[in-house]
């Protein structure tokens, strides 16, 4: 048995839940989520809850059973509050801008890397180059903070580039000065 797809998920006030066999749709005050979900799995909306049945009992079918009810969660939590993740640059000399939905980064190339945020992900530089990136959708704000921190991820001898924040980066000495 599922432990996560036992539990039924709440629906806020403001919220508004469409399921059409295996399609749902998630309405908030933020925005419109969509999303096919697993022909194995069974969704029923009543008394402003949605719980989750598996239609089997395999041991992949139990693993869509919690997968499902994490995804429709975080549809609900997206539209009603939305979901942010807060990179650090970090670097002498680096530094982040924004510019509409162009996001600039100088991380030590000798041209600045323009990175252009997707549709639905907003971004805002504050003045210590922490980069902050919000949408309702869980997995494209995750997906585009990943593809940020790529562009130059932490090195492990002086700690520079860009790093989740409260990310830690495991130091390495360097080379040990010419004893003989």
Known sequence: MSRIGKQ??????GVTVEVKG??????????????????????????????????GTSKQVMAYWGMTRSLIHNMIVGVSEGFSRVLTVEGVGYRASMSGSTLTLNVGYSNPVAFLLPAGISGEVS??????????????????????RAVRPPEPYKGKGIRYAGEYVARKVGKAGGKK
């Open 127 to 148: 003045k210590d180059n922490a980069i902050t990136v919000q949408g309702i959708d869980k997995e494209l704000v995750g997906l585009t903070a990943a593809r940020i």
């Open 8 to 13: 039924p998920v709440s629906i806020p006030n």
């Open 22 to 55: 295996t399609h749902i749709k998630v309405t908030g005050k933020k925005g419109i989520l969509e999303r096919d979900l697993r022909p194995e799995m069974q969704v029923e909306v009543a008394d402003n809850q949605i719980v989750c049945k598996p239609k």
